[in-house]
């Protein structure tokens, strides 16, 4: 079964420090690793994503690491700002599967304290 | 504005009522799906669609229906809507990248 396992289930961090958010995987088959981010009630929202072509990309404060022989990719946000606190989710796809369809992690709530 | 688009934003329906969930993208994308969210168990897939006229079962499909007669339109049905159906409800569409709609809190009473 397509699973993509995330941690932690919840996250507080204090203004200016790094957020770390870290997802794990079993299908070898997939190769694009996206990260979305929920504000309370609106939708997810693309935030960046990754190939594993590439061990890191960044994008201003917002960085994936990712680790193709340990199946592992993580979210680091650094200077963590109120503003940052959502819901972070993590997925995967893969080009076997009809539409490349999205496998979510089941979501990390990070607050970031003032 | 292009985008995607779900309505009604929020509904209050009865046991055993049809309620229908609207969707509709503006950027032709061939792709849409159809999740559920709930504390606890993140996104679920419903249904999705490759195209206009096809459509398949994802990861919950069991009280709900789906159609796509045309490529920007992906309405979601529950035929008779039970309490354990209360949960927002997203709509997403995917050319290369997966965009998703606003949202739908649905509350079965």
């Known amino acids: 079964q397509q699973q993509v396992k995330q941690s932690p289930q919840s996250l507080i961090v204090q203004k200016g420090g790094i957020s770390i958010i870290n997802c794990a995987y079993e299908n070898t088959a997939f190769d694009y690793f996206p990260w979305y981010q929920q504000f309370p009630g609106k939708g997810p929202a693309l935030l960046i994503a990754?190939?594993?072509?590439?061990s890191e990309k960044k994008e201003g404060r917002f960085t994936i690491s990712f680790n193709k022989s340990a199946k592992q990719f993580s979210l680091h946000i650094m200077d963590s700002q109120p503003g940052d606190s959502a819901t972070y989710f993590c997925?995967?796809?893969?080009?076997?599967?009809?539409?490349?369809?999205?496998?979510f992690g089941e979501g990390t709530q990070l607050t970031v304290n003032p | 504005d292009a985008g995607i688009t779900q309505s009604p934003r929020y509904k209050i329906t009865e046991t055993g009522r049809q309620v229908t969930l609207m969707c509709h993208q503006t950027w032709s994308h061939s792709y849409m799906f159809w999740y559920r969210q709930d504390l606890g168990h993140g996104l679920r897939l419903i249904y999705y669609s490759a195209a206009a006229d096809i459509t398949d079962k994802g990861e919950v499909p069991d009280g709900y229906v789906v159609s796509r007669s045309k490529t920007e339109n992906f309405p979601l049905t529950l035929e008779s809507a039970t309490r354990s159906q209360t949960s927002v409800y997203f709509c997403?569409?995917?050319?290369?990248?997966?965009?998703f709609g606003p949202g739908t809190r649905l509350t079965v009473t």
């Open positions: 997403a569409s995917k050319q290369y990248e997966q965009y």
């Open positions: 997925a995967a796809s893969s080009p076997e599967t009809s539409g490349s369809r999205l496998t």
């Open positions: 990754i190939r594993p072509d590439v």
